[in-house]
């Protein structure tokens, strides 16, 4: 519950043209307010590009697999 107070006051923000940027596994949540993704493998960037970019053609095999196994959820 608590969640999703938080991410309704992060989107509030947004829409109210705050620049913001978040570190979050709420990949439904990422895809709705990013203009931009960053993809990241034990602190290394793997990949980065738009939410449409990364969620439906992601480039490396282990953003694959990531988003695979967190939007099954």
Not at 40 to 63: H, L, V, Y
Request: glycine share 8%; net charge negative.
């Amino acid at each position: 519950e608590m969640v999703g107070e938080v991410l309704s006051v992060i989107k509030n923000l947004i829409e109210e043209g705050m620049t913001t940027l978040i570190a979050t596994h709420e990949m439904g949540f990422a895809g709705e307010v990013a203009d931009r993704v960053v993809v990241f493998d034990k602190g290394d960037i793997i990949e980065i590009g738009s939410p449409d970019e990364i969620f439906t053609n992601p480039k490396t095999e282990r953003t694959k697999i990531f988003l695979s196994r967190v939007l099954k959820r």
